[in-house]
């Protein structure tokens, strides 16, 4: 049976701005992401608590590197049919950028069927279908062939405009904005696959940036906005379910930014 984590707090503060006739409205500014503490503080990531900057970073990269059972492509069909369960109907998926709920049997690569996302994209470093950082299912997504492909390989920033099954969603020439629901899932995994993969495995080093356009380079931007979408956006129960999930039945490590959002803005 799936272990729950105890419940915690988690602080959403957003600054108000005061829109006054003649007046320029000031810029919103998100509170960075109160700290946290969760049942694994005293096992999984003893070597990590109360450390900062690179030493934090390092430690984390050691953790979530051990013990981890990899998965093949093929393997991810069913393992987003249960990390990914609508918890309203049992028999389907949410959609990542979309926000659809499709039933768990029209996955493949027709219209109307879902695919396999990955959210940090394979061209951004050579990553490939190959178990490895390109089957590492917590950045991979369930979504629907079209809006997988509108994504493409772009680069996360604010703007754009919606599309066909969007969900609020957007794109432009150079890069995407998830809906609101999931900036911050999506700022939690790529900042996880950067952690998770520094180059010393055979694969490539993979560091967010901030600028879009990155192309075949390992790096995905912005990290100013993803931090901002963390801070904005902080992880609902759906997303520490599927942390757990992951961990209990399928790789057996964890997205630390899921359990502390705190430290994205302790490494970056």
Known sequence: MLATPPRRWKALALTTAAVLVGLTAP????????????????????????????????????????????????????????????????????????????????????????????????????????????????????EDVAVNAKRGNLDFDAGGSTFTNSGGSKADSDSFEPRDAVKGDVARMILYMAVRYEGDDGFADLEPDDKVGNGSNPYIGKLSILKKWNDEDPPDAFEERRNQVIYDSYQHNRNPFIDHPEWVDEIW
Request: aromatic residues 6%; hydrophobic residues 30%.
């Open 27 to 142: 810029t919103l500014t998100a509170t960075p992401a109160a700290a946290t503490t969760t049942a694994y503080d005293s096992t999984y990531y003893k070597n990590a608590v109360g450390k900062t900057g690179t030493s934090l970073k390092s430690s984390l990269h050691t953790i979530i590197g051990s013990g981890v059972t990899k998965l093949s492509y093929s393997a991810l069909w069913d393992a987003l049919k249960s990390t990914d369960q609508d918890p309203n109907n049992s028999s389907n998926v949410i959609l990542l950028y979309s926000g659809i709920s499709r039933s768990k049997s029209l996955n493949g690569g027709d219209s109307g069927d879902w695919n396999r996302e990955h959210v940090w994209a394979i061209s951004h470093g050579g990553l490939t279908t190959s178990t490895g950082p390109g089957t590492d299912l917590h950045h991979i997504r369930p």
